[in-house]
């Protein structure tokens, strides 16, 4: 009986640039060149070419994740090409780890080769103090600049008496004509595609009355 000869493990490059000004083929030398000193062979390279603050669908990062099986590799230039902050790539790196998925970062000089490697435990436990240090500071941040806001003496949050966009604005003329012509609000609400209760907010906010009661 002839056996089904089992699919070899793959080895994948992920190479992402901000902007047309960059070049992918900086990233992609660097990494064949790591895959030739060390006998590696690339088996894809998914090159994006977008900014990080784009979905990880838009980055190709879904793709991505759901191509890799344990056992395959993944090789990046740098950790920040993965995500657009510290919690995002400390998301994928763990998620590669459980998934014995080995990730290789090479500006950083980072080989995780799974969640038995005691290596890539110490690693993952560091990434993790680390986004948490980032959110800590960020937080800290936030808080001072509002505090300096408010010693200035500026009002922070909306202005009294002042009110968000609404779908309906523009629509005022007509909802006071249907009001006129003692549509019941229920209907109105139907007319220009809103709740009862968000039109009646809307006329509250813009003051949009009968002009004759």
């Given at each position: ?63 991505l994740m759901s191509k890799l099986a344990p056992g395959d590799t ?63 500071l960020v937080s800290q941040r936030t808080k001072a600049a509002l ?18 966009k609404s779908k309906l604005d523009g629509r005022e003329d007509e ?39």
């Amino acid at each position: 009986m002839t056996k089904i000869k089992a699919e070899q493990n793959r080895v994948i490059a992920y190479v992402r640039v901000s902007t047309d000004d960059q070049d992918t083929n900086k990233q992609r030398f660097e990494i064949l060149d790591y895959a030739h000193r060390n006998r590696m062979s690339i088996t894809e390279f998914i090159v994006v070419e977008i900014s990080s603050r784009k979905t990880a669908k838009e980055r190709r990062i879904e793709e991505l994740m759901s191509k890799l099986a344990p056992g395959d590799t993944l090789i990046i230039s740098e950790l920040s090409r993965l995500g657009r902050s510290i919690p995002e790539v400390i998301g994928l790196v763990n998620s590669l780890v459980e998934r014995n998925v080995r990730m290789i970062a090479l500006k950083q000089s980072i080989d995780l080769k799974g969640k038995h490697d005691t290596t890539s435990k110490v690693m993952v436990t560091i990434f993790s103090l680390l986004a948490e240090l980032e959110r800590d500071l960020v937080s800290q941040r936030t808080k001072a600049a509002l505090a300096l806001l408010k010693a200035s003496g500026k009002t922070l949050g909306r202005p009294k008496g002042s009110h968000g966009k609404s779908k309906l604005d523009g629509r005022e003329d007509e909802i006071r004509m249907l009001l006129e012509k003692r549509v019941a609000k229920a209907a109105i609400a139907r007319i220009v595609g809103i709740s009862r209760e968000g039109l009646i907010k809307f006329m509250k906010s813009r003051k949009v009355y009968r002009n004759n009661p």
